[in-house]
Antibody, heavy 118, light 110 residues
């Protein structure tokens, strides 16, 4: 069935970088855009950006410009989200989500908890 | 891009109907038909309930419906059931080609 499988939890120190993976299966990887969304503990959802798996083009939320990089590997049907210069406020669950229509996310990964702590 | 505005909480009794509002601007909710709604139970990933303002994905109960008027979108849940108790988020496409979420609404089934 259609699913997105994310990498495991991470613990990072302030200033470090983290790279989260999201492996797609059950559909043609290059057909659907992929988004990244995060959720801090007890908080709401926050959109981070989008990648087109077909050509690798990206667009990021202004808040993350310069700190986030989204890439893809079509040979393994995997997208990646790397966030640098981590600070405590980046502690959150990070989700990848497949898009149908403009911003309707129909399939979500299970989430990856990233903890930033000294 | 500011978050869309949702009530922090709503409640209703089993069998009743409730409506959750989602207010944006003429640059997001008011400008496009691309409003979606998500249900999130504690510790789980969000689930798409409504997309393109009023379309229901396959498998979602017809008790869930969506609409929009001007800069405000709404999610209505009829025939409330205990399993509907969850957090609900709206989302919209924006004129900057970004996406924005609402702050979330906690639904309590009394």
């Amino acid at each position: 069935q259609v699913q997105l499988e994310q990498s495991g939890a991470e613990v990072k120190k302030p200033g470090a970088s983290v790279k989260v993976s999201c492996k797609a299966s059950g559909y043609t990887f290059t057909t659907y855009y992929m988004h990244w969304v995060r959720q801090a503990p007890g908080q709401g959802l926050e959109w981070m950006g989008i990648i087109n798996p077909s050509d690798g083009s990206t667009s990021y939320a202004q808040k993350f410009q310069g700190r986030v990089t989204m890439t893809r590997d079509t040979s393994t049907s995997t997208v990646y989200m790397e966030l640098s210069s981590l600070r405590s406020e980046d502690t959150a669950v990070y989700y990848c989500a497949r898009a149908v229509s403009y911003g309707a996310f129909d399939i979500w990964g299970q989430g990856t908890m990233v903890t930033v702590s000294s | 891009q500011s978050a869309l505005t949702q009530p922090a909480s709503v409640s209703g009794s089993p069998g009743q109907s409730i409506t959750i509002s989602c207010t944006g601007t003429s640059s997001d909710v008011g400008a496009y038909k691309y409003v979606s709604w998500y249900q999130q139970h504690p510790g789980k990933a969000p689930k798409l309930m409504i997309y393109d303002v009023s379309k229901r994905p396959s498998g979602v109960s017809n008790r869930f419906s969506g609409s929009k008027s001007g800069n405000t979108a709404s999610l209505t849940i009829s025939g409330l059931q205990a399993e509907d108790e969850a957090d609900y988020y709206c989302s919209s496409y924006t004129s900057s080609s970004t996406r924005v979420f609402g702050g979330g609404t906690k639904l309590t089934v009394l």
